[in-house]
């Protein structure tokens, strides 16, 4: 650890101690103190916005911001802001950026990694089901991905599966060697129980985000009987020992118009989450449903429910499709991610289950210098319109050819899907979003009787 980390992670916990006194009077105070600093002017696009927000009370983001005060544990939201404030964006990503430029190839933020195949239930239309449930990556492998993923400039993972927390232990004791990283698991959340949480209390940078698939009904659908009530306890538990956790949502054409609706935003938010990440069906594996894909009018309404409810609810919330926006298109294949499955392959994409390279046989840099993988840094963005960003989803086209001129494989061990069977269940789905997307980006969200006001209706 370098004298220049040290002095930067002193200066970050001394300025988080003293907004903790007082967060209402001293976060004012702190961000006037940082304008006159001479590091003011590097920092003031981010700073005119957290003006705005600061001096407003009445400001849906001041009560957001405020709210992680008074809702979390002081020692784990200090945990929180070091990783993530400092280590994965202060320090790593300009770490990334320069090794982006010195190995010309995409440099992840983050990296999602499933250290096992085995779940606890079996979901309809879940694609994680198709690897099989017999995978497990070694400690020694999982450790081995985070200490190369630093070295690159890494700091934030995430864990999906199976079930992530089928691998407490492990997971716990990752975060005990790594406390300079930030950990979040996708979990269906019904192994969390009363020792768990005060596990996550104890290392402080372990965040779960529960899958819930709506209220009972449409939750119980997809995960079997019972479950819903288990995840409310789970939440219940989290909330009560004022650990943070995130709600996963899965928006199908069955239940979007409850993940989309004003009543489901405001029982996340009563049940103690503190953001939301929307994930859209996506038809992966021999065995998907297609049937539960949104169409067009309701990816659309999504669009547009998500934006409004930004506006007005303390939840902070990304919709990994519609918000490409945001993102300058795909996140895939490095650029901000890559995933890692149960048996080692290094994917582009949680959803794009092909790969020509092993961890087993790569590191991760020779992987992200890999065919696919820089068929991903040369192709993206797959489209000017960034509502239009996934290579599956929106431009299956532009799958195929990475997948075939690569040579990479189909990663399922039980069924492996041919890329241009996995990209004909959305070509129809892709061709009728380009004209609704297409309307979205003209108006840019904000066009007074803009043609897409209709969606409303239509959903």
């Given at each position: 650890?370098?004298?220049?980390?040290?002095?930067?992670?002193?200066?970050?916990?001394?300025?988080?101690?003293?907004?903790?006194?007082?967060?209402?009077?001293?976060?004012?105070?702190?961000?006037?103190?940082?304008?006159?600093?001479?590091?003011?002017?590097?920092?003031?696009?981010?700073?005119?916005?957290?003006?705005?927000?600061?001096?407003?009370?009445?400001?849906?983001?001041?009560?957001?911001?405020?709210?992680?005060w008074k809702d979390i544990d002081n020692d784990v939201l200090k945990t929180t802001f070091r990783n993530f404030g400092l280590n994965a964006s202060v320090i790593g990503f300009p770490q990334q950026q320069a090794n982006r430029e010195k190995y010309d190839c995409n440099i992840p933020w983050a990296m999602l990694i499933d250290p096992t195949?085995?779940?606890?239930?079996?979901?309809?239309?879940?694609?994680?089901?198709?690897y099989g449930n017999q995978l497990n990556m070694s400690?020694?492998?999982?450790?081995?991905?985070?200490?190369?993923?630093?070295?690159?400039?890494?700091?934030?993972?995430?864990y999906s599966g199976g079930e992530p927390l089928v691998r407490k232990a492990d997971l716990i004791r990752l975060c005990e060697v790594h406390p300079d990283c930030a950990f979040t698991a996708f979990t269906n959340g019904?192994?969390?129980?009363?020792?768990?949480?005060?596990?996550?209390?104890?290392?402080?940078?372990?965040?779960?985000?529960?899958?819930v698939e709506g209220f009972e009904a449409d939750t119980d659908f997809r995960r079997g009987k019972g479950t819903f009530d288990k995840v409310k306890k789970a939440m219940q538990l989290l909330k009560a020992k004022r650990l943070?956790?995130?709600?996963?949502?899965?928006?199908?054409?069955?239940?979007?118009g409850t993940i989309g609706s004003e009543e489901y935003f405001d029982q996340m938010i009563e049940w103690g989450a503190k953001f939301c990440w929307f994930f859209t069906y996506m038809?992966?594996?021999?065995?998907?449903?297609?049937?539960?894909?949104?169409?067009?009018?309701?990816?659309?309404?999504?669009?547009?429910?998500?934006?409004?409810?930004?506006?007005?609810?303390?939840?902070?919330?990304?919709?990994?499709?519609?918000?490409?926006?945001?993102?300058?298109?795909?996140?895939?294949?490095?650029?901000?991610?890559?995933?890692?499955?149960?048996?080692?392959?290094?994917?582009?994409?949680?959803?794009i289950h092909y790969s020509d390279s092993s961890i087993y046989d790569k590191t991760i840099l020779e992987?992200?210098?890999?065919?696919?993988?820089?068929?991903?840094?040369?192709?993206?963005?797959?489209?000017?319109?960034?509502?239009?960003?996934?290579?599956?989803?929106?431009?299956?086209?532009?799958?195929?050819?990475?997948?075939?001129?690569?040579?990479?494989?189909?990663?399922?061990l039980q069924s492996p899907e041919d890329v241009r069977d996995f990209t004909a269940k959305s070509q129809g789905t892709a061709e009728n979003w380009a004209p609704v997307a297409d309307e979205l980006w003209a108006c840019s969200g904000h066009c007074v009787g803009c043609k897409m006001e209709q969606v409303h209706t239509a959903v």
């Open positions: 650890m370098s004298l220049q980390y040290k002095l930067q992670e002193f200066a970050f916990d001394r300025a988080v101690n003293y907004i903790s006194g007082n967060p209402e009077k001293n976060l004012p105070k702190l961000l006037n103190m940082l304008d006159n600093s001479p590091w003011g002017k590097g920092f003031a696009p981010q700073s005119k916005v957290f003006h705005q927000i600061l001096d407003d009370p009445q400001n849906n983001w001041y009560r957001f911001i405020m709210d992680l195949s085995a779940c606890n239930l079996q979901c309809t239309g879940c694609w994680a089901a198709e400690y020694e492998t999982l450790d081995s991905i985070i200490t190369q993923g630093k070295a690159l400039g890494c700091y934030f993972y995430l019904t192994l969390i129980d009363p020792a768990f949480a005060e596990e996550m209390l104890r290392v402080k940078n372990f965040i779960p985000a529960i899958s943070p956790f995130g709600i996963s949502c899965c928006y199908t054409s069955q239940n979007v038809p992966v594996g021999n065995a998907a449903v297609p049937e539960l894909m949104v169409s067009a009018e309701q990816r659309a309404w999504m669009y547009q429910q998500v934006r409004a409810f930004r506006e007005t609810k303390p939840l902070f919330t990304l919709d990994f499709w519609n918000d490409g926006e945001y993102s300058g298109g795909c996140l895939a294949g490095g650029r901000r991610y890559l995933h890692i499955n149960a048996n080692g392959d290094m994917e582009p994409c949680a959803f992987g992200l210098k890999s065919p696919l993988f820089q068929a991903y840094y040369r192709g993206q963005p797959f489209n000017e319109n960034h509502l239009r960003p996934c290579p599956m989803l929106d431009n299956p086209d532009a799958l195929v050819e990475m997948v075939e001129t690569s040579g990479a494989h189909s990663t399922d």
